[in-house]
Structures are given as C-alpha cells and as structure tokens.
C-alpha cells in the first residue's frame, strides 16, 4: 500500500522522464507495482479509509508518482451511480495511444495531481476520444477504446509516463478559455 509520504511531488526529475518500458514476464516487482498502485485508488476512493490515512482521493496513478520510472499506470473510475461497476478498472502496461479524435474535451473544474501541491486553475483540452495500444499482465498486446471522462483519466496518466504533467497543457494567457467546439466535462 502506497501513503501520500510515498507520492513523489513536482520537481523531482523522475516526473519529467519519458519512463522505460515494462519488460515481460513480469517481475514479482512489477506485480507487486500493480498491485499496490491499484490498492491506492481503491483505497484512496474509500471515504473513511482515505479520511483515517490522510489520503487524497485518486482515480488514477502512474509508476513514476511512487519513484519508478517505468510505463505503467493503474485507472479506477468509478461509476457515481453504481459503486461496484467501475466506469474503468485496468493497469495499462506499456500503453500507446494510436489514434486521438479531432474533438477535444475537457474537466469543468480543471484537473489536479497527486504529484502537484498547487493547484493549478485552468481547463486541461484532452482528445475526447481515444484508442490505446497496451499490453496485459500476460505481455498480449490489447486496443482499449475510451471516450469522454475515462479517456481524460487515461491521457493524465500516459503523460505522467512521458513527462508531462497536467499544467503544461493549461493556455497560460487565458487558462479558461476554450475552442468553442471543446466538450466540457462535469
Ligand atoms: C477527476 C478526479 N480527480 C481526482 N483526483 N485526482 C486524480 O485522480 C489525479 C488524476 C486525475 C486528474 C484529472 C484526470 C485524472 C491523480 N493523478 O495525479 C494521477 O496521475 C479525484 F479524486 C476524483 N474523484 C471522483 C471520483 N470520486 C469517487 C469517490 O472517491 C473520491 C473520488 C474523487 N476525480
Ligand atoms: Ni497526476
């Protein structure tokens, strides 16, 4: 299990390294990584839990957050009307994203990051849709398609894997102001 002590802030250069590749089979390391990356959002997604261990709520965690500069990260979005149905529960290994729609999307209220003690005000345009390339825990290549609130999660924590946190994409002149054809999402 991960506590905030183990998130690594901004600043650190492991943040701002492209991460290598996960290799297969997977190391007990690495099963472990998944294991404890997706044990934190869960974790952090439960109210007393989180309110006992002083957790900020996570729906998404990239390795290079807890030190490892390696390509994975852990996605948990949860479905508000259904809390045992998440929207998305998957470790992308490896991913690539191959294919970004024209349409662009974005937080209503902006993002945040475990990695990021500010806050940073601004929308974040993202793809509103997009396919990825990964591997499974198996090392068998799959295509996840997403679209709207799971696929903004996805792209934060393939940023993460390529250096690049969420303010980098905030319009510094006029953070609120969006392409007009920008879906806002609540
Ligand atoms: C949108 C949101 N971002 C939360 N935090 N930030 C994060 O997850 C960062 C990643 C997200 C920031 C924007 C896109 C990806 C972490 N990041 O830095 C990883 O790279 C939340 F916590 C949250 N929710 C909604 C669902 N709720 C279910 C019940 O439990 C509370 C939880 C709160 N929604
Ligand atoms: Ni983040």
């Known amino acids: 299990m991960y506590f905030m002590k183990d998130i690594v802030r901004d600043g650190d250069p492991v943040l701002r ?10 190391s007990d390391e690495d099963k472990a990584l998944a294991a404890n990356m997706m044990e934190y959002l869960v974790k952090s997604q439960d109210e007393e839990y989180a309110e006992k261990h002083q957790l900020r709520a996570g729906v ?7 030190g490892v500069s390696e390509m994975m990260a852990a996605v948990l979005v949860p479905n508000e009307e259904d809390p045992d149905k998440p929207l998305l ?30 806050d940073v005000p601004g929308f974040v345009p993202r793809a509103d849709r997009i396919t990825i390339k990964y591997d499974d825990f198996e090392g068998n290549s799959q295509t996840l ?15 993460h894997l390529n250096g ?10 006029e953070p609120f102001t969006l392409d007009p054809s920008t879906v806002v999402i609540s």
């Open 145 to 159: 398609r997403v679209k709207g609130y799971p696929a903004i999660v996805c792209q934060h924590e393939i940023d």
């Open 17 to 26: 390294k492209v991460a290598q590749d996960v290799k297969f089979p997977l």
């Open 60 to 66: 998404g965690l990239a390795a290079p957050q807890v």
């Open 164 to 173: 690049h946190l969420y303010y980098d994409k905030i319009n510094k002149k």
């Open 89 to 118: 529960k998957i470790t992308l290994i490896n991913p690539v994203i191959v294919r970004n729609s024209v349409q662009r999307a974005a937080l209503s209220e902006g993002e945040g990051c475990l990695s990021v003690d500010k």
